[in-house]
């Protein structure tokens, strides 16, 4: 999976950057309207120009003063172009945000970057609990797994963040035994790590994740809703198709757009409509959802789109709109 599609916004949801949980109202119940209409698919070719000004907007992302751009931009460099942009995901491990050093953790665990285990081994010591725990599924993945047992007590951390994590790692390791600590952490006291632990044993094949996910994209609350929508897809299962389906007509537009990116993610191009309408929100959070919805969905006629929120204002839409452009398949 991509990192993004998960950790990063849940964690900018439980930062409160996302759409706020409403008051518990209750209101009478109203058909919602149809979906925007997908277009037609134009056939056209990619552009190779636009593909590397897309390579040259995430490079300079790496270097951008907020940290949430750069780990952004560190996730984009592992799914499009991992071999030339090793260098800067290489640096991010050093980089003096705790964020940053996590998602350059995990991003180097994903591509099993051997150059990164020295660096690794100060990493498992950090004193972040998150960024030690990216550290150690990265050293599990290169072969070491002397700390991999740690995360049985870390899945009863207090901090909540480092809870997800942990059952975040556990989905992304692939060891089905793995459900001796993500079964109790279906139980949690919060919401997100409840539905990261549903997600990790629904990626490792295990049915028990599965419900929870279904019932979370029906809550009250849109950012469970998006958490739940985007986890279902990950282990790309066409019978949750008609679960997310539905989340295309949701009176919240985030979370239209984030069905929109998990029905990409399962090889339709259903929420292509939905995706266009957000990309000219005035909202850019809006617009970034967008743009990721491109890059799931993959289809090359939504380049003219991309380059235009390539030149957006807001630097996290211009990552997204970058990575999304190297994502994009020949018609």
């Not at 539905?246 to 239209?256: H, I, K, M, P, R």
Request: proline residues 8%; contains cysteine.
């Amino acid at each position: 999976m991509k990192l993004m599609t998960t950790l990063l916004i849940a964690a900018a949801l439980a930062a409160g950057c996302g759409p706020q949980r409403p008051p518990n109202v209750v209101r009478p119940y109203k058909l919602p309207p149809p979906p925007p209409k997908v277009p037609a698919t134009r056939h056209v070719t990619l552009d190779r120009d636009l593909a590397a000004a897309a390579r040259d907007e995430i490079k300079k992302a790496f270097t951008s003063d907020d940290p949430v751009v750069r780990a952004h931009a560190i996730e984009a460099m592992q799914n499009t172009v991992p071999v030339e942009m090793a260098p800067q995901i290489l640096a991010g491990l050093a980089d003096p945000n705790p964020l940053v050093r996590f998602a350059a953790a995990m991003a180097v665990g994903q591509l099993e970057m051997n150059d990164a285990r020295p660096t690794l081994l100060k990493l498992a010591e950090d004193p972040d609990a998150s960024v030690r725990i990216g550290a150690k599924f990265a050293l599990h993945r290169l072969g070491d797994d002397r700390f991999t047992h740690d995360f049985e007590y870390t899945f009863r951390d207090p901090i909540k963040s480092t809870r997800a994590n942990t059952a975040l790692v556990l989905g992304l390791l692939g060891e089905p035994s793995a459900d001796k600590i993500l079964l109790p952490m279906l139980r949690d006291r919060d919401a997100a790590v409840r539905l990261q632990a549903a997600e990790a044993l629904w990626r490792l094949g295990d049915q028990r994740g599965l419900e929870p996910l279904i019932g979370a994209t029906i809550s009250r609350f849109p950012d469970d809703q998006m958490i739940a929508l985007l986890a279902l897809a990950q282990p790309k299962d066409l019978r949750v198709s008609q679960n997310i389906r539905g989340a295309l007509t949701s009176e919240y537009d985030e979370v239209c757009l984030v069905a929109a990116r998990a029905l990409g993610m399962l090889g339709s191009d259903e929420g292509y409509g939905v995706a266009l309408k957000g990309s000219k929100s005035p909202d850019p959070r809006q617009r970034l959802l967008a743009a990721m919805a491109f890059g799931a969905i993959g289809r090359a006629d939504s380049q003219d789109t991309l380059k235009l929120l390539l030149k957006d204002v807001d630097p996290d839409v211009r990552v997204a709109a970058a990575a999304s452009l190297l994502e994009l398949k020949p018609s």
